[in-house]
């Protein structure tokens, strides 16, 4: 399995908090990406990095930021959380070499906004 | 844009029986790459196979297999002779190259397998 981590696994927070969730990985890959995953959605993207302080927006991007000053860190910052970020986020890296193309996925973190 | 559709949104099955998930994408690109990942209960995204748009051979994996069209755009997925633990959530993704590359998923087809 490739070495990706996300912390917190869980969280529970107030609307107007902010909140970071961290995603670790071990492999050096260049791409790294934060998607957020709803029923009747599917996986969405949120923000993606393909290189340490090289971020770019993805289809859901409002209200959310990112920052990548490691290679091997992703966070994803939420300045004032909503209920409507109420959600599973995944964290995915990749470093799409040739023949080696695909993305590796971490467990998850399931954010409450109450 | 890209955009990736799975039409099917619930598919119940009893075990043994054979089951296609269908998966229509649309892009621009000449070189991509689509995707097909399964997601069960557990909730962990698991990597089933990647086929690049040059490649368009059929591929078999034991019970599972891969049908890839350029022609119509899909790349539909056969699992054959279903099992209960086949239940998930299954997704289809289309990958588009160059610098700035990112991953779009279909929205998901909840397969449920019935002893």
């Known amino acids: 399995d490739a070495g990706i981590t996300q912390s917190p696994r869980h969280k529970v927070t107030e609307t107007g908090t902010p909140v970071t969730l961290r995603c670790h990985q071990t492999?050096?890959?260049?791409?790294m990406y934060w998607y957020r995953q709803d029923p009747g959605h599917g996986l969405r993207l949120i923000h993606y990095s393909y290189g340490v302080k090289d971020t770019d927006k993805g289809e859901v991007s409002d209200g959310y930021s990112v920052s990548r000053s490691k290679t091997e860190d992703f966070l994803l910052t939420l300045e004032s959380a909503t209920s409507s970020q109420t959600s599973v986020y995944f964290c995915?890296?990749?470093?799409?070499?040739?023949?080696?193309?695909?993305?590796?996925f971490g467990s998850g973190t399931q954010l409450s906004v109450l | 844009a890209q955009k990736v559709t799975q039409a099917q949104t619930e598919i119940s099955v009893v075990e043994k029986e054979d089951v296609t998930l269908d998966c229509v994408y649309e892009t621009r690109d000449t070189t991509y790459y689509l995707f097909w990942y399964k997601q069960p209960p557990s909730g962990e995204l698991v990597f089933l196979i990647r086929r690049n748009s040059f490649d368009e051979q059929n591929e078999i994996s034991g019970r599972y297999s891969w049908n890839f069209q350029k022609s119509t755009s899909s790349f539909n997925f056969t699992i054959t002779a279903s099992q209960v633990v086949d239940s998930a959530v299954y997704f289809c993704?289309?990958?588009?190259?160059?610098?700035?590359?990112?991953?779009?998923f279909g929205k998901g087809i909840t397969l449920s397998v019935r002893p």
């Open positions: 993704a289309l990958y588009q190259t160059g610098a700035n590359s990112k991953l779009t």
């Open positions: 492999e050096n890959h260049r791409y």
């Open positions: 995915a890296i990749s470093d799409m070499r040739i023949g080696n193309e695909k993305l590796f």
